[in-house]
């Protein structure tokens, strides 16, 4: 009964555009009462790349999620796990970032080019030699050490 609602004259339906097209138009599906997709094809292409900007976009938001949670990790590993400044105790992780103890981070930078310094410091399984600052107190030991003439 459903297969004479489905197919008329080789044409059926489709379940999202509603056009009636011929029976070419769907692929086919062992599973449904006509043997054929609810969908035609255009529409499940349509909504194939719908689905991969979608998942891009998610995936987008992932991995800039990711990166927030390995600074998280790298700065708090580097406050003694308290994801503060070091030296004030400041925690605002958006003013926080990894100093080098010796100074020189302006030239591991450098080095690390595009490179993810959080990234780069946990897969190194958290080298000594790095603190987390707050930009105040990043400011004030430069200005103290001189580090800048280096
Ligand atoms: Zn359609
Ligand atoms: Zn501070």
Redesign the pocket.
Known sequence: MSNAILIVDGKKPCALCKRVLPQEQFHRCANSASGLKPKCKECRKLLAQQDYQEHKTQRNAQRVESNLLVKIEVLTHYSRDKLS??????GDIRALSINHIEGGGTQHRKNLGCLNLYRWLRNQDYPEGYQT??M??QYIKRLTQHEWRK
Do not use: A, K, T
């Open positions: 400044c070091v030296l004030c105790g400041y600052l707050c105040n107190c």
